[in-house]
């Protein structure tokens, strides 16, 4: 079975400064995907970014990148220039394949951009 | 942007009685799944459904849940008889075979008394 950890319950970060999230996950699969989700104060799942295990070049959504090292089982979230809308819980996620099987969550990041 | 919606947004009901949230999909989305959150707590999976039949499920699924789609639209998940410990927000979400991942809906809030 698969496994997500993340292992901050919570950070905070200076608004307009870099905060990065770690997530490390557990698999015998070779292709999967990897995602991290944004839930803010009202709690809709918002999709961040999303990673394909067999490209190596790290996915990269604006402010948001990842630093995604597959032999260390690592996917970790950066966010450049805060801003106080990114206030939320971070969640990682892992599916076996893209679009027909199920997430597997890590218990989340809560962050805290301080203005 | 296409969105998943479901319905209602709050509910409460006593316990034991039965409840249905209620989801509609993204319109061309075949793959459909149920998730529930306990306040504080992580997002677990409880079922996926495609092809008109569940595809997958958790343990937490058990008999005193079920799921339909009703018509071409809808995706339904019932609790027959509520427990106190089912109090959560519980999400649908939806997804193509294609790269633009899952999409969740708002959740539904069931608070069970």
Known sequence: ?115 | EPEVTQTPSHQVTQMGQEVILRCVPISNHLYFYWYRQILGQKVEFLVSFYNNEISEKSEIFDDQFSVERPDGSNFTLKIRSTKLEDSAMYFCASSDQGLRGYTFGSGTRLTVV
């Open chain 1, 1 to 115: 079975a698969q496994t997500v950890t993340q292992s901050q319950p919570e950070m905070s970060v200076q608004e307009a400064e870099t905060v990065t999230l770690s997530c490390t996950y557990d698999t015998s699969e070779n292709n999967y995907y990897l995602f991290w989700y944004k839930q803010p104060p009202s709690r809709q799942m918002i999709l961040v970014i999303r990673q394909e295990a067999y490209k190596q070049q790290n996915a990269t959504e604006n402010r948001f990148s990842v630093n995604f090292q597959k032999a260390a089982k690592s996917f970790s979230l950066k966010i450049s220039d805060s801003q106080l809308g990114d206030t939320a819980m971070y969640f990682c996620a892992f599916s076996r394949e893209s679009g027909n099987t199920p997430l597997v969550f890590g218990k989340g990041t809560r962050l805290s951009v301080i203005a």
